[in-house]
């Protein structure tokens, strides 16, 4: 008997994250819509992730298994884009967790106003010194609730991306092929494709609620790390090509560009500079 098509396709990206794994899928086979489709993509990790995958994956069927050699998170994601079904598409990272309403909720905003992307706030979680949840109110309040056209408000662009904090219409990312950069490990991925989603995307809805729980102790984490730090330059490359084949690439553009990247760059230059003082090793070009 065929499955009948979900309305939203969740991707999970899995790399040695058994210790926080868990409580990140208890909070997605959990959700108060149950029309899921949950895609856990394991890119070769070396610890207990693809077994707990497939235990919650004997006791739910709603769940898909794509397990394949370490190849970074942008083909990661691009394998779970390929095979996703729903009408939507979610993220949520497997280090981080989601409130039982997350979906739902975003969902019919989506279906009540007829938007390609749904964007929300969300919280930062650490225990670094206590254990603290904080929302990050991250998006203009002055743009929420209503439709927006990104490149008429742009005050977007300067966000911080997470991409993790909202939800897509899958026909909307397939028809502009809005895919991953697929650079090794988990590299900045975020960045071009958030870009190029806010370039071509005119139905937008940005709600100040929060839903999602961005882990930021995971000491594994990507964000963590101070190797390919290179790899921002060549998202912005991506992007560039992106919209020059698509005749977007006009003045206006480049200076969003040119002014979006300040942000990163430093970001990655006092990153370096930190590591420096504590006499690590720093790549170099």
Sequence with gaps: MTKPTPIISILVPCYNVEKFLPQCLDSIVNQTLHDLEIICINDGSTDGTLDIIKSYADRDDRIVIIDKPNEGYGKSMNRGLDLATGKYIGIVESDDWVDANMFESLVRIAEENDVQVVKSNFYRYTTENGEQN?????????????????????????????????????????????????????????????????????????????????????????????????????????????????NLLNPNAKRLIAHIKLGPYKWNLERQQWVRKKGVAVATP
């Excluded at 897509?168 to 991953?180: A, G, M, S, W």
């Excluded at 071509?200 to 999602?212: E, F, G, H, N, Q």
């Excluded at 730090?229 to 998202?235: L, N, R, S, W």
Aim: aromatic share 14%.
């Design 134 to 246: 904080v929302k990050a109110d991250v998006l203009p309040i002055h743009d929420t609730a209503q439709v927006i056209n990104p490149r008429k408000r742009i005050s977007v662009f300067y966000c911080m991306p997470a991409i993790w904090s909202a939800i897509y219409r899958r026909d909307f990312l397939n028809e502009n092929n809005i895919r991953f950069l697929e650079s090794p490990g988990a590299s900045f991925q975020d960045t071009g494709f958030n870009f190029k989603v806010w370039m071509v995307a005119d139905r937008v809805w940005l709600t100040s609620d929060a839903y999602l729980h961005y882990r930021c102790d995971n000491e594994n984490s990507s964000v963590k790390s101070t190797g390919k730090i290179f790899c921002v330059c060549d998202e912005y490359e991506s992007i560039e090509k992106y919209l020059s084949d698509r």
